[in-house]
């Protein structure tokens, strides 16, 4: 049997050695987008790059045979889920959707929510003067024109002009540690974070240390996500769903 992981997330990855420790003759492809440089792979086979659409996709699905397909890709990739909602009804693919749980704001959180980097640059101003740019690096065209602001923008990969004129960059991977998210507001005066609502644990801490530090946190939120589609919020979870539905006997006792 064939399973096809949409992936580049933290939990893709732990669903692909769920399965390759549980389920040696099950065949795991896991897809990346390639948008990172240096990606950390998961067990199993690996292809990188788009599939041409929805279209692509199901003929994808098609010709590989694919028994069941898991969207486990990044809760912003809203393009590819759709894609993804589309490719499996075409193709008469079971399809599981694997979204981490997003962020709740607990007492002391001081944050902003935003629709859109757009709308999270139109709040600055009024907020900060240093701002710690968590978005990665997409989309900075949006705070490109805030020159009376001074950006740290820390991302996986050197981001790409338009940029804001004042900022510095940080190339750095999470997970993160609550020390050093402290340390870092502290050593660049940083008065307001922006962030996506990407939930999970690995970039976390920044929220607990803007929290102690009485800093803002402008939030983006999520964007829509096909109706319709089975969610599991864990790789176990999930894991349990294909053993289930493959009929495999196994990942009773995934985590």
């Known amino acids: 049997m064939h399973v096809l992981i949409l992936g580049g997330t933290s939990e893709a990855r732990r669903l692909a050695e769920i399965?390759?420790?549980?389920?040696?003759?099950?065949?795991?492809?896991?897809?990346?987008?390639?948008?990172v440089t240096a990606p950390r792979?998961?067990?199993?086979?690996?292809?990188?790059?788009?599939?041409?659409?929805?279209?692509?996709?199901a003929d994808w699905l098609g010709a590989h045979h694919v028994?069941?397909?898991?969207?486990?890709?990044?809760?912003?990739?809203?393009?590819?889920s759709?894609?993804?909602?589309?490719?499996?009804?075409?193709?008469?693919?079971?399809?599981?959707?694997l979204r981490r749980p997003g962020w709740v704001a607990g007492d002391g959180d001081v944050w902003h929510e935003a629709g859109s980097l757009e709308e999270a640059a139109?709040?600055?101003?009024?907020?900060?003067?240093?701002v710690f740019l968590t978005t990665g690096r997409m989309g900075l065209a949006a705070f490109a024109a805030l020159a009376d602001l001074w950006f740290l923008v820390r991302s996986v990969d050197a981001p790409e002009p338009p940029w804001p004129p004042r900022m510095e960059v940080l190339l750095d991977r999470g997970p993160f540690t609550l020390d050093g998210e402290r340390e870092l507001l502290r050593r660049h005066r940083i008065d307001v974070v922006v962030t996506k609502d990407s939930?999970?644990?690995?970039t976390a801490p920044k929220l607990t240390a803007a929290r102690e530090a009485g800093v803002s946190v402008v939030v983006?939120?999520?964007?829509?996500?096909?109706?319709?589609?089975?969610?599991?919020?864990?790789?176990?979870?999930?894991?349990?769903?294909?053993?289930?539905?493959?009929e495999l006997g196994v990942f009773l006792d995934s985590d």
Not at 19 to 35: C, I, M
């Open 122 to 130: 139109a709040l600055l101003p009024a907020l900060g003067r240093r």
């Open 220 to 246: 983006v939120r999520r964007p829509p996500v096909p109706v319709g589609v089975p969610e599991a919020t864990g790789p176990g979870q999930a894991a349990r769903w294909l053993g289930t539905l493959l």
């Open 199 to 202: 939930g999970g644990a690995a």
């Open 19 to 35: 399965l390759a420790a549980q389920a040696p003759d099950l065949t795991v492809t896991s897809s990346l987008a390639g948008r």
């Open 67 to 80: 028994d069941a397909l898991i969207d486990a890709t990044h809760p912003f990739a809203a393009t590819i």
């Open 41 to 57: 792979l998961p067990p199993g086979e690996v292809r990188i790059g788009g599939f041409g659409g929805a279209g692509g996709l």
């Open 82 to 97: 759709f894609n993804a909602a589309e490719a499996a009804a075409t193709a008469h693919v079971p399809l599981l959707a």
